[in-house]
């Protein structure tokens, strides 16, 4: 799994490249909490078009970023989800509370 | 009428998360030797990685030398392309499983586990049994028709 993130004016978006199960969630989650913290981007953008598998652990990483978000003022989307994190998001009906912004 | 088994595969690996990707993709080469589409293969990696994680997660909770702690997966197929994947560990067991199998219950306290496991497991499959003894483990049973 790779994670990086760019920022570009207020928005800063992270990618996630590869399978996202209970064991790689550990390393995003703390990876990503960092971009979070110490960035505080006005718009935190996860592209997860790269993201070749993806269980329920996904679910859990999105939430808890989503939560991670608030408590800098931050507001969370998801960019392009791949098939795989697609039918996760849709599962737990997240592509229904969740901004998630497709193309470009 | 059960039908006629005609390829059977077992592994067993430590209760650790690096060999949750080991026993998805071990059940998806089994799976594969009868040719089914990408989405059922995605959908056979999904359920396993659930069905693992829980018994990683769960079900050896609070257990410290995971080294010892093992899980089983045992996969038959049938004469009609129906795979049937055993999922055991001789973890904590469930004390409730009707309530553990609710969309969006979870004992995690940190905010990290959706909940969503055992729902994830009835969506992409065509049968789900969970058998639990508290104290002894519990073995979680999929069934998914590959192709008709």
Do not use: W
Request: charged share 25%.
């Amino acid at each position: 799994m790779e994670i990086g993130c760019k920022t570009e004016g207020n928005t800063t978006v992270a990618y996630i490249l590869g399978e996202i199960d209970h064991h790689n969630a550990v390393t995003a989650r703390a990876a990503l909490d960092e971009m979070i913290e110490q960035l505080a981007p006005i718009r935190f953008g996860i592209d997860l078009s790269g993201v070749t598998f993806c269980d329920s652990s996904g679910l859990g990483l999105v939430m808890g970023r989503m939560r991670k978000c608030q408590t800098v003022g931050s507001s969370m989307f998801i960019k392009n989800p791949s098939a795989a994190a697609e039918r996760m998001l849709a599962i737990a009906g997240m592509d229904r509370i969740l901004k998630i912004e497709r193309g470009k | 009428m059960s039908e006629r088994i005609t390829n059977v595969m077992k592994t067993e690996f430590a209760a650790k998360s690096i060999n949750e990707a080991y026993a998805r993709s071990a059940v998806a080469a089994f799976a594969a030797l009868c040719d089914p589409s990408v989405s059922v293969i995605a959908d056979i990696k999904t359920v396993v990685s659930e069905a693992v994680t829980n018994a990683i997660v769960h079900g050896y909770a609070g257990f410290e030398n995971k080294q010892e702690c093992i899980v089983s997966v045992l996969c038959k197929m049938t004469e009609g392309n129906k795979l049937i994947i055993r999922i055991k560990d001789k973890g904590r067991g469930i004390e409730d499983v009707h309530t553990a199998m609710q969309p969006l219950y979870t004992t995690d306290t940190d905010g990290e586990r959706s909940g969503m496991g055992f729902t994830v497991m009835q969506s992409f499959t065509d049968a789900i049994r969970v058998r639990s003894t508290p104290g002894k483990g519990t073995v979680v049973t999929l069934e998914k028709r590959l192709k008709r």
